[in-house]
Nanobody, 123 residues
Framework: QLQLVESGGGLVQPGGSLRLSCAAS????????IGWFRQAPGKEREGVSC????????YYADSVKGRFTISRDNAKNTVYLQMNNLKPEDTAIYYC????????????????WGQGTQVTVSS
């Protein structure tokens, strides 16, 4: 069974950092682009950052450029999202998902969604 599990969320003060992990079980991530998406209450799920299967092409939403970094360790079957200088508007549930295409972070390309991890940025 293909499964992605997100972890690393939590409560952090503005300006703080978190590192999210997206671990795969039941399959290897090597052949997939991976995307991080987020959904805040009452809002659409939006693409935050995506990375191609080899890790040499990345995409960031304008709202997170310069603050978030996506990376992958195919040997560990895991993709990471390092989030620095967090802002209250980053508060959301963060999800990862796989895609056989890499077209930036087009949500409809992505499958195998994890359950999500809550990130709350508040003082």
């Amino acid at each position: 069974q293909l499964q992605l599990v997100e972890s690393g969320g939590g409560l952090v003060q503005p300006g703080g950092s978190l590192r999210l992990s997206c671990a795969a079980s039941g399959f290897t991530l090597d052949y997939y682009a991976i995307g991080w998406f987020r959904q805040a209450p009452g809002k659409e799920r939006e693409g935050v950052s995506c990375i191609n299967n080899s890790g040499d092409i990345t995409y960031y939403a304008d709202s997170v450029k310069g603050r978030f970094t996506i990376s992958r360790d195919n040997a560990k079957n895991t993709v990471y999202l390092q989030m620095n200088n967090l802002k209250p508007e980053d508060t959301a549930i963060y999800y990862c998902a796989t895609s056989q295409l890499f077209r930036l972070c087009v949500r409809t390309d992505y499958r195998n969604w994890g359950q999500g991890t809550q990130v709350t940025v508040s003082s």
